[in-house]
């Protein structure tokens, strides 16, 4: 699957520093605007402890996690969404991912500037997320305009289409992103193929100091980003970009140390990729056998045969059972051979929905 979350925020709030330790890509980080101009693309393994425990059980030869896509996207200043700065090239690269990580600054040092000369996150949000509105606002208005002439003539589709552009069209005038409105699950159907900016899922990661990382609730700044946050429906992990982009370049054993050394279970970055990865629906199934130990991802909600046409289409098309145990109930039995005799493993048709931690055979003929 080929999902991606975008990374945004105003100049010098440590985005691009948070991408490269992020992907270890080397994006340029500079103390300028627009030091990222194209977008830098990143593919990084998502953490889950389950694989490395069913790896332990299994003993396979290779062990293959999945992975997720971060889009690393230029600076954007006010009057964007009128083409000033970069504008118009980051709405388009905006337009292409499909959740919005915006990261905020919550820490003062006066050897980076800022690119409105003070440190005041829920104004850099507010900055951002009006550029987007504003956008958004373009686009339902030409809609609007399109469908008012159907709608006159009472066609049932266009009337309720006017009806919910006009919705959309009040919310964002009072400067409200989509994805705090409430609608029904026919019209949010509706709502998606405006692909509009700010129905994307958000998620906030609010960049504090080193001195922050242990006890980031006292700083207001974050205190503040967290409140905000609440109101429009999306979520807020804290980070320290310049200790992550550290812990980066460390393997297994001496990252483990420095976390605990800084008094942290789980780096920012493993939830970064973690709570992104979900705000997407996005889950995890395994399969487990000699050759490999894999993970692999798919869509909350979908059904197994689709699962199994994430491997491969052949499997897809030939789908005849999936032999599926859960992850909890494997671990327990201790063996595949064991979940059979206990009865936790199960052959699952075509119309089982697959769930986060299901190991999975499919049987398959083409």
């Known amino acids: 699957m080929s999902l991606t979350a975008g990374i945004v925020g105003l100049p010098n709030v440590g985005k691009s520093t948070l991408f490269n330790a992020i992907t270890q890509a080397g994006a340029e980080a500079a103390n300028y605007p627009f030091a990222t101009i194209d977008p830098n693309v990143g593919i990084v393994e998502v953490p889950d402890e389950r694989l490395n425990k069913l790896s332990e059980l299994v003993q396979p030869k290779k062990t293959i996690p999945t992975t997720f896509e971060f889009t690393d996207i230029a600076g954007i200043v006010k009057g964007a969404s009128k083409g000033e700065g970069l504008g118009n090239q980051f709405l388009s690269h905006i337009r292409q991912v499909d959740a919005i990580c915006q990261v905020v600054r919550c820490f003062r040092d006066d050897n980076i500037t800022h690119v409105s000369g003070k440190v005041d996150p829920l104004d850099d949000i507010e900055t951002i997320n009006l550029e987007l509105i504003l956008a958004d606002l373009e686009t339902v208005n030409k809609r609007l305009q399109r469908v008012e002439k159907m709608a006159r003539q009472k066609e049932k589709e266009a009337v309720a289409e006017?009806?919910?552009?006009?919705k959309v069209k009040e919310g964002l005038e009072a400067?409200?992103?989509?994805?705090?409105?409430?609608?029904?699950?026919?019209?949010?159907?509706?709502?998606?193929?405006?692909?509009?900016?700010?129905?994307?899922?958000?998620?906030?990661?609010?960049?504090?100091?080193?001195?922050?990382?242990?006890n980031p609730d006292a700083n207001e700044e974050v205190q503040k980003v967290k409140e905000y946050a609440a109101n429009e429906n999306a979520e807020v992990i804290v980070v320290c970009a310049k200790i992550e982009e550290e812990i980066a370049e460390l393997d297994g054993e001496e990252k483990e140390m420095f976390l605990n050394d800084l008094g942290i279970t789980e780096s920012g970055l493993d939830q970064l990729i973690k709570r992104s990865y979900h705000l997407l629906g996005l889950g995890t199934y395994f399969t487990a056998g000699e050759p490999e130990v894999r993970a692999w991802t798919f869509p909350k909600g979908i059904k197994a045969p689709q699962a199994a046409g994430i491997i491969h289409s052949d499997f897809e098309r030939g789908f005849i059972r999936a032999e599926t145990v859960s992850y909890d109930d494997l671990m327990e039995a201790g063996s595949m051979g064991k979940a059979r005799d206990n009865g936790?493993?199960?052959?699952?048709?075509?119309?089982?929905?697959?769930?986060?931690?299901?190991?999975?055979?499919?049987r398959f003929n083409v």
């Open 175 to 214: 400067e409200k992103p989509v994805r705090a409105l409430e609608f029904s699950d026919d019209e949010w159907k509706l709502v998606k193929g405006l692909h509009l900016l700010t129905s994307k899922p958000a998620l906030y990661a609010a960049n504090v100091s080193e001195a922050d990382v242990q």
């Open 162 to 166: 006017y009806n919910l552009l006009t």
């Open 344 to 362: 936790r493993a199960r052959l699952e048709g075509k119309d089982y929905i697959v769930q986060d931690g299901d190991v999975i055979h499919f």
